[in-house]
């Protein structure tokens, strides 16, 4: 099987995941054991969290909260500073944009960012929203469907201009480990998630600058310095940090090699069929596109059949069986039921693009209208 659904989730890393072997055979004490097993889960843990924080961020302005995965993160992030207005760019996953639209039942005031073409934010009209009324702003780092790369940094600095208290959050699941990148100050909360690396399903994460608020989400025993109580995934916790120290030790080059598949795959696709929704200057790691009149889960049956594993235009809602995202980018009803997600990872290899290039133009070929 071709696997060009690495934005669902990835292999996990072989390397990573027996490295961490330890902590689920031999090494399976409770963290919070007082005894020797215990400390050695906890001393781990604690060093797993140091060395994910300094894979992006300044250990001495940054904490690191881990979850059960990305969409805890985000929903923590969401609920625990949202005040008056909140502002979330029409592009956010739904771990996002469904924790948001909860504050609009809760009575929040609550507005959505338009998307630009590729599936960006439209910047100034964001900016153009933030008030002194605004608590809390929500920008994705990439977009889980086409890739865009919104430049968190630079919007994090003109809200912080516009409003120096409201908080700024960043959905980073898509971009940790694939874009070389650092948060800077401005960047208040950004969240990430193991399976999306090569770690494993289950474990996320969330980065916190120091000095800003956050309240537990889950209340109990009071770990993670009473952020996230709850006993930790020790294994899936070190195979996080350990796949992500191997993504972090050649993300610049993975990031060009991947750039290259990625071309190369859209080059070798039939311009009359497929249509490009991804930009060049978004992530490598994505490539969007749609086949006009076609219906994508057919497609993607299709090639599966073939030996080829593609995502489609994710549908929230079975009243509309198409992507909203790709919908707030602009495109007729004619292109958004026909949209295939091909993701990659630093595991493709040449000939899987071209072998999954091939595939793509027969099953698009075969389509009747
Ligand atoms: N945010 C983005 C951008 C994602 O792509 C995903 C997963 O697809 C999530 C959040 C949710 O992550 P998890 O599957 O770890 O809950």
């Not at 026909?338 to 027969?362: D, H």
Request: hydrophobic share 35%; aromatic share 8%.
């Amino acid at each position: 099987m071709i696997y060009l659904d690495n934005a669902a989730t990835t292999c996990p890393d072989p390397e990573a995941v027996a490295r961490a072997e330890k902590f689920l055979t031999d090494c399976y004490y409770n963290p919070s054991a007082r005894y020797g097993g215990g400390h050695e889960a906890y001393t781990a843990v604690s060093s797993a969290r140091e060395g994910l924080i300094r894979l992006i961020a300044d250990p001495l302005e940054y904490s690191l909260v881990f979850t059960s995965c990305g969409t805890e993160a985000d929903n923590q992030a969401v609920f625990s500073c949202a005040k008056g207005t909140v502002i979330a760019s029409a592009g956010e996953h739904a771990a996002v944009y469904q924790s948001v639209s909860e504050l609009k039942n809760r009575g929040y005031d609550v507005k959505f960012a338009p998307l630009r073409r590729d599936g960006s934010v439209d910047g100034e009209a964001l900016l153009s929203m933030v008030d002194k009324k605004t608590s809390l702003v929500c920008v994705m780092h990439v977009n889980n469907e086409t890739g865009a790369v919104n430049d968190i940094v630079s919007l994090a600095r003109e809200v912080k201009k516009r409003n120096p208290r409201c908080r700024f959050f960043s959905d980073g699941v898509q971009a940790f480990g694939k874009l070389p990148f650092r948060l800077s100050k401005e960047i208040d909360y950004y969240s990430v998630s193991a399976h999306k690396i090569g770690g494993i399903k289950g474990v996320g994460a969330l980065y916190k600058r120091k000095n800003v608020p956050l309240s537990p989400y889950l209340h109990g025993g009071g770990q993670e310095g009473g952020l996230r109580s709850g006993t930790e995934n020790v294994f899936g916790i070190m195979c996080f940090s350990y796949a992500a120290e191997n993504r972090y030790a050649s993300c610049a080059e993975d990031y060009t090699r991947v750039h290259a598949l990625r071309e190369e795959l859209y080059e070798r696709l039939a311009k009359t069929k497929f249509l490009r929704i991804s930009s060049q200057e978004g992530s490598p790691y994505i490539l969007t596109v749609a086949v006009e009149g076609a219906r994508g889960e057919v497609l993607q049956r299709m090639l599966w059949d073939r030996g080829v594993a593609v995502g489609t235009g994710s549908a929230c809602s079975s009243k509309k069986p198409f992507s909203r995202v790709i919908e707030a980018c602009g495109y007729p009803k004619s292109v958004l039921g026909g949209v295939l997600r091909l993701s990659f990872s630093v595991q493709t290899t040449e000939e899987e693009i071209i072998k999954s290039s091939a595939a793509l133009n027969a099953v698009a070929a075969e389509w009747k209208v």
